[in-house]
């Protein structure tokens, strides 16, 4: 399966997760697709998600965190454009969330919604909006 | 017909409302007009008070996605959540179509992501259980597969292909939107009409009905002829100017001011002389009842006064009689009361019967009180109503100015179309509608109706006034008062000036976008040429003169030169309207005094 524009964070060493994480989300300006959890279903989101990360030099990027527990204190000291959406990641509802320029969680995709080429477009705009 | 009635004040007050009301959003227009004036050039017309040139041809645009939200309201809710959705989709495409126009005002991409969202949003909207075909998930699938052939390019390229889904998703909404329409019998209709001095016609609008276009008119814009009406203006000025250079200048004031009056608040006057003649009504019904009231209430009052005196002489009496002669004081007290209760009853009568006198006296005056009263509601009425007018006459500088649009109604002529059938756009050639003055004024409405029974009603109304925009020549008549040489006759010190009646031509250009210029301040710059008589020997002097004139030429400025006496002079003027005085005019001889 093709991953464009992805980083994928290690499952061995949660640190380097985190600070592959921290350092994507307030180190660069970028728009996140943040897939958590492994699995087909993810890796095949995670794929549709670069797909829709537009040309190198845009500011789209996609990350796969297979362990969501390994970045659980970054994504806590994130801000929320919506109360909830942090316990939705961290609570296992989440199929994955995108992040604004500004570092803020601005949409989530829920593991029960139907995650198509809309949806996933869709969370990358709210990010961008 | 102009009328004249102006206070400076009020003119103020109104170009500062006119500024206020200028400062307000305009709402989405469904209507948009773009005038072409006969010198080729294009103007925008702005929604609202617009003006226009009275020759240009106005394009009219009608924009669908508005009209749909109007349609919207007035339908079945079936029709009314198809227009909502329309409406959304028209709105995303439209803001998105924008955004991507402007690249460099959306450098971050916010706007372009927020346009897009609309979309999104939107066909992301339907609830979980909604069916594959309800209106969103048919856009989603659709926009899904739209993606898919942009995937792995550019964020340019999604972006084209959500313009791309959406406008066809748009058209299909509009099939469905004519189809619902059709079925609940809507039908939409555009007319126009000429609203002027002598009436208000429907005129042709192509592509909308069925009326004949009338004879080519253009106003001329470089024509230098004077009316009948302005002939005779400049007659009366002439005999103005002659009393006036007799000593009758308060004669023609009081004339000129009476006759503005007249013209202005016909009714006023009317409702004036009415409660006059009230009053007087009532101050003889007053004086009627009065003199023989005063003098029965004067008997009564001497009356009453007498009987206080021999009431204190009776008590002082009986003090007396209890001092000197105790024993005979019973008797003298019975004699007392006795004398006293007939007074009394007498007293008692006579201030009865003044009581009913004044009761009658009032009831006579209360009929005509009522008629005064009557009379001063009528003119409060008369001169609310009539001042209205000249405000309206005063700010739209036309008397056409309420024209009410709403009681337009939309003639056979008229062609009724289905939405998927009604003509985007058509043409109003001002030339083709028949003579037209300055102030006129045309108004166009977009009507619907829904069944064959219902009433029509207006989704929109835009009226236009008519001026003359471009550079053109006016020409008026009027007074000017020309300061001459003193010649022997004259006496005192002052700087003599002289009554003149004169024609004017100015050249004059619209403002678009100002309604004080073109209603109000109307300035413009000309010539005038007076009949002076600067020595005074009743043989006109031909007067020359460079003139600036504001307000629509009611007043008036400049330096001319006496051809004849070859002398420079200075003037003012005034173009109000003069009335045709019926003295007899005497002679030049004592003018400036």
């Known amino acids: 399966m093709e991953f464009r524009k992805t980083k994928v964070l290690p499952l061995d060493t949660p640190a380097d997760a985190r600070r592959i994480f921290h350092e994507m989300v307030n180190d660069e300006p970028f728009v996140l697709f943040v897939v958590v959890g492994a699995g087909s279903a993810a890796e095949a989101l995670v794929s549709k998600a670069g797909k829709f990360a537009g040309q190198d030099t845009e500011p789209r990027w996609v990350i796969w965190a297979r362990s969501v527990e390994d970045i659980a204190s970054e994504i806590r000291g994130l801000a929320e454009a919506s109360p909830g959406f942090i316990d939705q990641i961290l609570g296992g509802k989440a199929a994955a969330f995108t992040t604004s320029i500004g570092d803020d969680i601005r949409d989530v995709i829920l593991t029960t919604e139907d995650a198509d080429n809309v949806r996933v477009v869709q969370a990358f705009l709210r990010a961008e909006a | 017909m102009k009328r004249a009635s102006l206070l400076v004040s009020l003119l103020l007050v109104a170009s500062a409302q006119a500024a206020l009301a200028a400062s307000a959003p305009p709402p989405a227009p469904l209507l948009t007009f773009v005038e072409r004036d006969i010198d080729g050039d294009s103007h925008d017309v702005t929604p609202g008070a617009a003006t226009v040139d009275i020759n240009s041809t106005i394009g009219i645009t009608i924009d669908r996605a508005v009209l749909a939200a109007r349609l919207g309201g007035a339908s079945g809710s079936e029709t009314a959540a198809l227009v909502a959705d329309y409406v959304t989709l028209q709105n995303g495409i439209t803001e998105l179509t924008r955004a991507l126009s402007q690249p460099a005002a959306d450098k971050t991409g916010s706007l372009r992501a927020r346009a897009g969202l609309i979309l999104l949003n939107y066909a992301t909207s339907a609830p979980k259980d909604a069916a594959p075909t309800a209106r969103p998930n048919r856009f989603r699938a659709a926009l899904d597969r739209a993606l898919d052939s942009a995937a792995g390019q550019s964020t340019a390229a999604q972006f084209s292909a959500l313009q791309q889904a959406g406008h066809e998703e748009i058209d299909r909404l509009q099939q469905e939107l004519n189809a619902a329409l059709a079925k609940e019998g809507v039908r939409l209709m555009l007319g126009a009409w000429l609203g002027a001095s002598a009436g208000t016609q429907p005129v042709h609008l192509p592509g909308f009905d069925s009326y004949a276009d009338q004879t080519r008119y253009e106003v001329e814009r470089f024509r230098l002829v004077f009316t009948d009406e302005q002939r005779q203006q400049y007659q009366n000025a002439a005999t103005a100017a002659k009393m006036i250079n007799a000593g009758g200048g308060a004669a023609v004031a009081q004339a000129v001011v009476l006759d503005l009056a007249a013209r202005s608040f016909p009714e006023t006057l009317k409702a004036l002389q009415a409660l006059r003649q009230d009053c007087d009504n009532l101050v003889a019904a007053a004086e009627k009842a009065a003199p023989p009231l005063a003098a029965e209430v004067k008997v009564v009052a001497v009356d009453l006064g007498q009987q206080a005196k021999w009431l204190e002489a009776t008590i002082t009496s009986l003090a007396d009689t209890a001092k000197t002669n105790p024993a005979g004081l019973p008797a003298a007290a019975t004699a007392a009361v006795r004398e006293a209760t007939t007074r009394l009853a007498a007293v008692e009568k006579e201030v009865d019967g003044l009581r009913k006198d004044l009761t009658s006296a009032v009831a006579a005056l209360q009929t005509p009180a009522r008629e005064v009263l009557d009379a001063a509601a009528a003119l409060k009425r008369a001169v609310d109503a009539e001042a ?46 028949g003579p037209r003055a300055d102030g006129d004024e045309v108004v166009i409405k977009l009507g619907v109706q829904k069944g064959t029974a219902s009433p029509n009603q207006d989704v929109e109304i835009e009226q236009l006034r008519l001026r003359r925009m471009l550079v053109h020549v006016e020409t008026s008549a009027g007074l000017v008062f020309a300061n001459r040489p003193r010649q022997p006759s004259d006496t005192g010190g002052k700087t003599p000036f002289q009554a003149a009646p004169a024609y004017s031509a100015f050249l004059k250009k619209g403002w678009r976008g100002c309604a004080f210029w073109n209603n109000v301040l109307n300035p413009g710059l000309g010539i005038s040429v007076a009949a002076l008589d600067f020595n005074l020997d009743g043989v006109p002097e031909v007067g020359i003169g460079a003139a600036l004139s504001i307000v629509r030429d009611w007043l008036q400025g400049g330096i001319g030169y006496n051809v004849a006496a070859r002398r420079w002079y200075g003037f003012v003027g ?14 030049n001889t004592s003018a400036g005094k």
């Open chain 2, 388 to 433: 209205s007018t000249v405000w309206g006459e005063i700010t739209a500088g036309s008397v056409v100015a309420n024209l009410n649009a709403a009681t337009l109604e939309f003639g056979d002529k008229v062609k009724r179309f289905e939405l998927a059938d009604l003509p985007a756009t058509s043409q109003l050639d001002l030339e083709l509608t």
């Open chain 2, 574 to 587: 005034v173009g109000l309207p003069l009335p045709t005085f019926g003295m007899t005019t005497t002679s």
